[in-house]
């Protein structure tokens, strides 16, 4: 076998640099975003999404209270056990920045749903 020469290694190079970057989901699936709460704390405490587009928003309680997943705006809430996880799927949401709260923890301040 003969070592790869400089022009080899520079087609390999331009090949990697010129191929589609693939996003952390499956054509024709919805993007999905995580959230995880443990005793009052949400993390990330701000969540860029796409707007008008419909979404998978997985929702995960490391903690070892109970917590609910509260949007005043977004009109949604769910309620999670001590390690449990589960997830809200949002159709389309128009730009703009909406908040929500672990309603369990309201002396925790709230998070944000950023849609752009």
């Known amino acids: 076998m003969r070592p790869i020469g400089w022009s080899g290694r520079l087609l390999a190079?331009?090949?990697?640099?010129?191929?589609?970057?693939?996003?952390?989901?499956a054509e024709g699936e919805?993007?999905?975003?995580?959230?995880?709460?443990?005793?009052?704390?949400?993390?990330?405490?701000?969540?860029?999404?796409?707007?008008?587009?419909?979404?998978?928003?997985?929702?995960?309680?490391d903690g070892s209270t109970p917590i609910e997943f509260e949007s005043i705006p977004l009109r949604?809430?769910?309620?999670?056990?001590?390690?449990a996880s589960s997830f809200l799927v949002f159709r389309s949401l128009s730009e703009g920045d909406y908040a929500f709260f672990d309603d369990f923890h309201l002396d925790m301040p709230p998070a944000r749903l950023i849609a752009r």
């Open 76 to 83: 949604k809430e769910k309620v999670l056990a001590p390690g």
């Open 13 to 25: 190079a331009a090949m990697l640099l010129t191929a589609p970057c693939h996003a952390a989901f």
């Open 30 to 61: 919805d993007p999905v975003f995580e959230v995880h709460f443990s005793n009052g704390i949400i993390s990330p405490s701000v969540i860029e999404v796409p707007a008008n587009t419909r979404f998978k928003l997985e929702l995960h309680n």
